[in-house]
T-cell receptor, first 109, second 119 residues
Framework: EDKVVQSPLSLVVHEGDTVTLNCSYE??????LLWYKQEKKAPTFLFML????IEKKSGRLSSILDKKELFSILNITATQTGDSAIYLC?????????FGKGTRLHILP | NAGVTQTPKFRILKIGQSMTLQCAQD?????MYWYRQDPGMGLKLIYY???????DKGEVPNGYNVSRSTTEDFPLRLELAAPSQTSVYFC??????????????????FGPGTRLTVL
């Protein structure tokens, strides 16, 4: 059965800390891995990863995929209170998209 | 651009009632998706569409129907609502097919969600 597992489920850090969020997967016919940030309402897209070892970067956020070990990490450096959110990982195969349960990140001022 | 819009924002149904969740996008995207998100869970794909007149089942299609008569609109129909359908429903769209991952920077845009409670 296809699955996407995120860890930790929740995380509380202080502003300025660096955090690493994990996403592991077992999916047949893998196509891509996606990261989203979900605040109060709908998710917003962060990254799509399709190739191993190529880091994607956007400001203080970066992500990388390891297709051999079947996982991805999302790094956030110099965290700010506005980074508080649920971070969702999803994996697409040819006919569906499977989401993890998310990591709830809370940044303390 | 309004992006992806959904109506209503909230709805309470009785068991056995029917309703249609509306979704529209003004970005001329071919691909549209319906998800549900249960409390403490990730999103699950209900149905998706690759263009007007073409729809396909996702992971959890039972109890739902969709239609895509225009590029802009992708309504989700609930027939005979059940308590198990209590959830937050998100509509989304993308320029190209997200499922295939063919476009490295393909972005999926989400609507604000509809919170549905079935009592």
């Amino acid at each position: 059965e296809d699955k996407v597992v995120q860890s930790p489920l929740s995380l509380v850090v202080h502003e300025g800390d660096t955090v690493t969020l994990n996403c592991s997967y077992e999916v047949t016919n893998f196509r891509s891995l996606l990261w989203y940030k979900q605040e109060k309402k709908a998710p917003t897209f962060l990254f799509m990863l399709t190739s191993s070892g190529i880091e994607k970067k956007s400001g203080r956020l970066s992500s990388i995929l390891d297709k051999k070990e079947l996982f991805s990490i999302l790094n956030i450096t110099a965290t700010q209170t506005g980074d508080s959110a649920i971070y969702l990982c999803a994996v697409t195969r040819d006919d569906k998209i499977i989401f993890g349960k998310g990591t709830r990140l809370h940044i303390l001022p | 651009n309004a992006g992806v819009t959904q109506t209503p924002k909230f709805r309470i149904l009785k068991i056995g009632q029917s309703m249609t969740l509306q979704c529209a996008q003004d970005m001329n995207h071919n691909y549209m998706y319906w998800y549900r998100q249960d409390p403490g869970m990730g999103l699950k794909l209900i149905y998706y569409s690759v263009g007007a007149g073409i729809t396909d089942k996702g992971e959890v299609p039972n109890g739902y129907n969709v239609s895509r008569s225009t590029t802009e609109d992708f309504p989700l129909r609930l027939e005979l609502a059940a308590p198990s359908q209590t959830s937050v429903y998100f509509c989304a769209s993308s320029y190209s097919i997200l499922l295939a991952g063919w476009y490295p920077n393909n972005e999926q845009f989400f609507g604000p969600g509809t919170r549905l409670t079935v009592l």
